[in-house]
Nanobody, 129 residues
């Protein structure tokens, strides 16, 4: 079965940078898109970015695209989220998710949590001011 395991979170000062990782296993992901979401207590999961696994095409939520970079390493079956100029409002649990239906509509990235089938457990990022 599909397993997604996030890592790389922690406590970081505002203005710093951090790279989150999502290790994927259990399936061939060439037809998938993978996404990053974040969630704070009492709020719904918020879409951050997504990438097509085969082609590496990225897609970002508008408010983060200047500071966030999504990428993947096919050899390691791992997706990354590089975050620059961290802000306290970036504090959240960051979760990765997999959408196995991406190639049904290539180029159309899902942004709602219900549209992703597989999820990791999340990694906590805390940004101190």
């Amino acid at each position: 079965q599909v397993q997604l395991v996030e890592s790389g979170g922690g406590l970081v000062q505002a203005g710093g940078s951090l790279r989150l990782s999502c290790a994927a296993s259990g399936r061939t992901f060439s037809a998938y898109a993978m996404g990053w979401f974040r969630q704070t207590p009492g709020k719904e999961r918020e879409f951050v970015a997504a990438i097509s696994w085969a082609g590496g095409r990225p897609f970002y939520e508008n408010s983060v695209k200047d500071r966030f970079t999504i990428s993947r390493d096919l050899a390691k079956n791992t997706m990354y989220l590089q975050i620059h100029s961290l802000k306290p409002e970036d504090t959240a649990v960051y979760l990765c998710a997999a959408d196995p239906t991406y190639l049904l509509r290539p180029g159309v990235f899902k942004t709602r949590p219900t549209e992703y089938e597989y999820w990791g457990q999340g990694t906590q990022l805390t940004v101190s001011s």
